[in-house]
């Protein structure tokens, strides 16, 4: 099992930054890589981005490269995203993930975050 917290969500304008947080506890060395979804009032849930075990190796939805950068704290068993340059269409709940590799579907997620861009 795998338990998933995140935190950092709020509410910012256009153009400004937040870091969100995910705490990772349990089996968190079987699920190797960690990933961010959003899902927008009335749309599915997307994926954002995504870094396997190392950090050596992320990737990004086209909708936010050279924007928000994934990283991850093994010793503390943390996961961020940094967001910034934040546009009204960001605005999303936020969801942290543990996938057994890059591309699986995800087994364990978290509660979610709201992060909401003003105009």
């Known amino acids: 099992q795998v338990q998933l917290v995140e935190s950092g969500g709020g509410l910012v304008q256009a153009g400004g930054s937040l870091r969100l947080s995910c705490a990772a506890s349990?089996?968190?060395?079987?699920?190797?890589?960690m990933g961010w979804f959003r899902q927008a009032p009335g749309k599915e849930r997307v994926f954002v981005a995504s870094?396997?075990?190392?950090?050596?190796?992320?990737v990004y939805a086209d909708s936010v490269k050279g924007r928000f950068t994934i990283s991850r704290d093994n010793a503390k068993n943390m996961v961020y995203l940094q967001m910034n340059s934040l546009k009204p269409e960001d605005t999303a709940v936020y969801y942290c993930a543990a996938a057994l590799s890059s591309g699986a579907t995800p087994k364990y997620w978290g509660q979610g975050t709201q992060v909401t861009v003003s105009s």
């Open positions: 349990g089996r968190t060395f079987s699920m190797p890589v």
């Open positions: 870094i396997n075990w190392s950090g050596g190796s992320t």
